[in-house]
């Protein structure tokens, strides 16, 4: 009799840890950010307005979008340092090749059809600036996680996306704004320019440098290959977020809630969306 009772009482011990996880997991699902990566990159033309509506009709809490400036100082949406990728540059400046953001005006970016190269279905999609993105969204209730690009030519953007900001508070005041770059340096010197937007630093910094950084960071956004739960409780220590890097298949989202990460950059806000749900 005594080995029947033990036996149900692992079962039962056994059946709530099981719980315990899944609860733990699934509460943690319904927190977890849903980040669409460029705006989202799988269903529509990455870095666009267009992107970003529709993201968040699948259920995005934030669209992350990728800044630079032009060769006139303006900052717009796009995320490699070229234009031939995501636009018709080459057939509207054929002579103007390598084709670089910093070597073309706003007025010339915006003759660019930035959504044929993705699908007819949005041709005439515009390479956004910030301005635009932030009025297109400034009543919705999607966040944006706007990251900064540092590249050479973009010397004195983290001013320029300051000011930016500071012109157009109206429009994200009662929203959910973040900044992130892969220049932690920058970022410190941004904080000083904003310190009240919050920062997430893109890479995977030492866990020894972690409480310097909480200095003027209040997030780690990293690859989801280099996470680990450990990782993301020694970030959570010192009252960090971490966001993942851009994960896509299920199995890999799940694992990383399942890691308690506060959000996952994603260009399928559906696949994560669905496992949200799944929790509620
Ligand atoms: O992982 C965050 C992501 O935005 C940084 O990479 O190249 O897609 O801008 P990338
Ligand atoms: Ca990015």
Redesign the pocket.
Known sequence: MYRQFGAAVTVILTTLTALAVMTATASASTEVDNIA??GGASFAPENTIAACALAQVQGADTC?F?IQQTKDHHLVLI?DQTLNRTTDVEDVFPGRSPWRVSDFTLAEIRRLDAGSWFSPRYRGERVPTLEQALRATSNSRIGLLL?I?HFPANRDIDRLVAAELEDTRPWWSNKRLAV?A?DWQSMRTFHSLMPHIPIAL?GKPPTDRLPELAEYAKGI?L?HKDLTAEYVDAVHRQGMYVYS??ANRPTVLRRLISYGVDGI?TNRPDHLDAIKREAW
């Open positions: 990566h460029r992350e990728d995320h990251e690009k992130q892969f893109l956004s690859p890097g851009t950059m």
